[in-house]
């Protein structure tokens, strides 16, 4: 424990609390050491738990912004679902993509075109095609189905991923 002459303000270290009064070696000033309180334990642990508690209320509310954010952002999504194979009227091999637009935002949105993108084995762009979406407004929240057979023949094609049009 550690103690300090209220007069000339030497210090010094003391192995157990003192039963009376103390006697500075420099000055000679005599004081009462005044015993620590101790901090309780129970009270510590509270004060732990509230900080954690504040920690994870400012997480949530930050996630939440960033998604609010993100949303306001990009309010319309459009998404894959599923990419099936059909043979055309000459037999050749085609891919059918279907998928959703989804309205994330709390308002009325007019869908924009969907682009359909094809690449090779290199990520390049082999083809990209233009449709237009299968319904013209969405509303808060809703989701839209789409379906699309793509002109592009399949060979060569190792990825198909689908945009908005800006």
Request: charged share 20%; aromatic share 8%.
């Amino acid at each position: 424990m550690k103690t300090v002459c209220d007069f000339c303000k030497t210090e010094y270290s003391l192995e157990s609390f003192p039963k009376g009064a103390v006697k500075c070696a420099v000055c000679g000033n005599v004081w009462t050491v005044v015993k620590p309180i101790r901090k309780n334990a129970f009270l510590t642990f509270i004060a732990a738990l509230c900080a954690l508690l504040a920690a994870i209320v400012f997480a949530v509310v930050a996630v939440t912004k960033h998604q609010i954010n993100v949303i306001e952002k990009e309010p319309l999504v459009a998404e894959i679902q599923e990419i099936n194979t059909i043979n055309d009227e000459n037999g050749r091999e085609r891919f059918v993509v279907s998928g959703i637009v989804r309205n994330r935002s709390e308002h009325i949105y007019g869908a924009p075109n969907l682009i359909i993108n094809t690449y090779d084995e290199n990520g390049k762009i082999i083809d990209r095609q233009k449709f237009l979406p299968p319904a013209t407004l969405l509303d808060s929240g809703s989701v839209v189905n789409f379906g699309h057979i793509l002109s592009v023949p399949t060979q060569n094609v190792k990825k198909i991923s689908v945009e908005l049009e800006n």
